[in-house]
């Protein structure tokens, strides 16, 4: 079958909103990746934050298996015992009480904002319905989270939108202080804003927000989206803050590649989303909570978690060499595996061409916008491949200066 299918059959049968590489990747262990023609790939994307533990990890292969041999799916008219176990280590590990599953990140977001307006809603007044989040940052791309979503060019075309949304500069106490009345009822902040460039929030920025929710009785969001399940050296970033937020979302790394999300939150909000009010067909589907339980009990460890921390060291010490031999960046930034690369400003706009040299050198890497190179590789990167990996990086960003 996959000889005849290669990248020009993708035109043919896609809807044309991708515009993925010229190669087709057919296998994966660990942090590496093989396409159709049998060439090597070292993975410092590992599938924009949701490999954490890299491909076909023995594990959770094992966990799949295993589940799929008992039971694949019943629908919310039943539960399951995957569901609740995953339930039940997510509110053991973190601030939650209660929690909802869905399949993306998207509809855990989708699934926090309407819980926000109708907790207002039952608390307060219909008025009450307004939900601050801030520029360039990400939240999904359902209509409700493209609007919440603060990157215009996510929702041109699409309008009308939903309405009672603003947006704030991010990281600015006193925009969001202005912004906040008690019509408020969210505020949602990314801990680090992934698509958005790899921008960390402050402390004093997080902790400002909490103050002003409490202040005006409206909840305090945090999508985890891209910052949760270790990425940061803790399972959670809220926990590296000290923040604690009403609800978080989480997906991406939670199920490891398997599709999952969740939307976490305490027990007096979530009795706001009553019997019938929200669903899902999928949500909690027995197969994906299997898989995210084992991705969670792997992670939730001091080894991994530590790792993380330690390889961020090795990842800035290697990009400030490779800095060194081709001055390409003009700043790292990030947390834990969640790094951000920011081009010299005399290359603005090249962060996918320097991508693209990358793959010609067998490293697969992201951006985030076009100024700024992202990599989310496995949290258990083998430290061998992180060393290949940037003598590739660093062959593609002298070829890149060549060419300028
Ligand atoms: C990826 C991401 C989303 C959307 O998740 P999907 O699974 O693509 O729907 C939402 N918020 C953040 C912060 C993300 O990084």
Not at 91 to 115: D, H, I, P, Q, W
Not at 373 to 388: A, F, G, K, N, Y
């Amino acid at each position: 079958m996959s000889s005849n299918i290669n990248r020009d059959t993708f035109n043919q049968v896609m809807v044309p909103n991708y515009s993925p590489m010229a190669s087709i990747p057919v296998r994966g262990l660990g942090s590496r990746v093989w396409d159709q023609q049998g060439r090597e790939y070292i993975d410092f994307a590992g599938g924009i934050a949701v490999n954490a533990l890299g491909h076909s990890h023995p594990e959770l292969v094992q966990a799949l298996k295993e589940q799929a041999e008992k039971l694949w799916h019943l629908s919310n008219v039943w539960t399951n015992e995957p569901a609740i176990q995953l339930a039940q280590s997510l509110c053991t590990k973190t601030f939650a009480g209660r929690v909802y599953f869905a399949n993306s990140g998207a509809e855990a977001n989708e699934a926090a904002f309407k819980l926000a307006r109708k907790y207002a809603y039952d608390h307060f007044s219909a008025d009450k319905h307004e939900i601050i989040s801030c520029v360039n940052s990400f939240h999904g791309r359902t209509l409700f989270t493209v609007s919440v979503g603060g990157q215009d060019k996510y929702r041109e075309g699409f309008e009308p939108v939903p309405a009672g949304i603003s947006h704030v500069p991010f990281n600015d106490l006193d925009a969001l202080e202005a912004a906040i009345s008690d019509k408020t009822c969210a505020v949602v902040i990314e801990p680090i804003q992934g698509e958005g460039g790899i921008m960390p929030a402050s402390k004093a920025y997080l902790m400002k927000a909490r103050e002003l929710c409490d202040k005006h009785n409206a909840l305090l969001i945090f999508d985890e989206i891209q910052t949760g399940v270790g990425r940061t050296g803790q399972l959670y970033a809220y926990q590296a803050y000290g923040v604690t937020p009403d609800i978080l979302t989480t997906a991406k790394a939670l199920g490891g590649g398997f599709p999952v999300g969740a939307m976490l939150t305490t027990e007096p909000i979530a009795t706001a989303l009553n019997i019938g009010s929200h669903g899902s067909t999928y949500g909690g589907n027995p197969l994906a909570c299997a898989v995210a339980n084992k991705v969670l009990s792997l992670i939730d460890s001091e080894e991994v978690l530590n790792g993380v921390e330690k390889r961020h060291q090795i990842f800035i010490e290697q990009l400030r060499q490779l800095n060194k031999t081709a001055p390409v960046f003009s700043e790292f930034r990030g947390m834990g595996l969640l790094l951000g690369c920011e081009l010299q400003p005399a290359f603005k706009g090249k962060a996918r061409d320097l991508l693209q040299l990358a793959l010609e050198h067998g490293l697969m890497l992201l951006i985030a916008g076009p100024d700024v190179i992202r990599m989310t590789p496995s949290l258990i990167i083998p430290e061998e491949d992180i060393h290949q990996g940037m003598q590739r990086f660093t062959q593609a960003a002298e070829q890149f200066l060549q060419q300028q």
